[in-house]
């Protein structure tokens, strides 16, 4: 056998958390965010498993042309858009939307020479105050992009900085922002990330970009995946390769800053921050052993963790362990590691092989 670290991934729950986006927005075409490896669950598997996404969207060019590669025929945005003029042929061969979001690539767009056009998303900043136009310039872009004749279509964006509070003034202002924008403009528009999707129903307009909720993890603060109906598709999982009777008073791991107040099974587990695995995580963190939680005691190790097997001295050498998915949420254990269930999810290393289930 091999060392027995793997992240499941979910099929019918991935087309289930597509689903629930339906559902919540039924007038908007959904275009499934797929960046960053599709949050670590794989890019080219995500997009065939949704293959009713009316479109993609990845950060960049080179994501775009994996999932060209991959066969996925529906429109893809590169949310960054392009970084220098010599991407445009490849991005006109792929057929990749670019978004365009400052002054510098509207310039960059006049250097097309070829009849082949482009279409392409113009960025407006409600807000968020990271990329894209301010409301002021935003006309001026837009003439200047219908002007071009190395544009086709243009659509409008904007994104969210804090939609995943409820009730948040800042978003309700966003919202208002953006509709002052796209009103008359006549031109197709998209707003919504998945928190705009589960809370904000006047972003969702003619598309809707949900990544994490896709996942199964959710968006909201203090509304758990499971109250929201969404399923997890990644199951980081392992086993245990040890299990040890120490004393009272044993240190564990590094550092030797965990101490066994009594004597106690204390088991070990293949997966560590090689895998992904947050070394941030505390001593107190839930890890399910054969479906129970115990806490994470010790450090975490690059290969391996440790776990206070107390509540459980039945287990055996080669039990299930499961760091998160099914049964223990992504959202709690990135909270414990004071992080947030993206990064954990998109941080899963190459090693840990990837099993469709
Ligand atoms: C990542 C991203 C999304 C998806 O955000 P989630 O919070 O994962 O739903 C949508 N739009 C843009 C521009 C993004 O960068």
Redesign the pocket.
Known sequence: MSRPARALLDTAALRHNLEQVRRRAPRARVMA?V?ANA?GHGAPWVARTLSTADAF?V?SMEEGVQLREAGIAQPISL?EGFFSADELPMLIKHRLAP?IHHASQLQNLAQITSDHKLSVWLKIDTGMHRLGFAPTDAAAALQQLRASPAVAEVRL?S?FARADFPQDTATVAQIKLFHEQITGSGLESSMA???GVLAWPASHLDWV?????LYGAS?MIGQSATQLDLKPVMTLQTALIAIHARRKGDPIGYGGDWHCPEDMPVGVAAIGYGDGYSRHAPAGTPVLVNNKRVPLVGRVSMDMITVDLRTQPRAQVGDPVVLWGQGLPVEEVAEKAGTVG?ELLCHVTERVPRVVV
């Open positions: 965010v960046k949050y969207g950060s949310f978004v964006m994104h990330n998945s928190a970009r949900p990544g994490i909720m968006p993206y």
